[in-house]
Nanobody, 127 residues
Framework: QVQLVESGGGLVQAGGSLRLSCAAS????????MAWFRQAPGKEREFVAA????????NYADSVKGRFTISRDSAKNAVNLQMNSLKPEDTAHYYC????????????????????WGQGTQVTVSS
């Protein structure tokens, strides 16, 4: 059974940084796309970033390009999201997601394409 557990959220001032981590277990994730989504109150869940477990390829939402970096930590079986230059509009509940896929990660940007989700971690950026 796949389990995704997020950690690392918190309160930070605008311009600051946070590092989120998603600990993955229950499966060999070699052919999985691993992603981060976020959802602010009253808004739809939106794509943030994605990577493949086995290949160093990434995809980012335009709103976070140049500020966020997604990476894999094979030793810890985790996917991390380094968030720099945070803005108040980055405030949201951040979720880790996974899907078995052999296609281009650029195609996997909708929440309904992913079938495994963590409970999420809250990120709040104050102005």
């Amino acid at each position: 059974q796949v389990q995704l557990v997020e950690s690392g959220g918190g309160l930070v001032q605008a311009g600051g940084s946070l590092r989120l981590s998603c600990a993955a277990s229950g499966r060999t994730f070699g052919n999985y796309v691993m992603a981060w989504f976020r959802q602010a109150p009253g808004k739809e869940r939106e794509f943030v970033a994605a990577t493949r477990w086995s290949v160093s390829t990434t995809n980012y939402a335009d709103s976070v390009k140049g500020r966020f970096t997604i990476s894999r930590d094979s030793a810890k079986n985790a996917v991390n999201l380094q968030m720099n230059s945070l803005k108040p509009e980055d405030t949201a509940h951040y979720y880790c997601a996974a899907v078995l896929s052999y296609g281009s990660i650029g195609l996997y940007v909708r929440p309904n394409q992913y079938n495994y989700w963590g409970q999420g971690t809250q990120v709040t950026v104050s102005s």
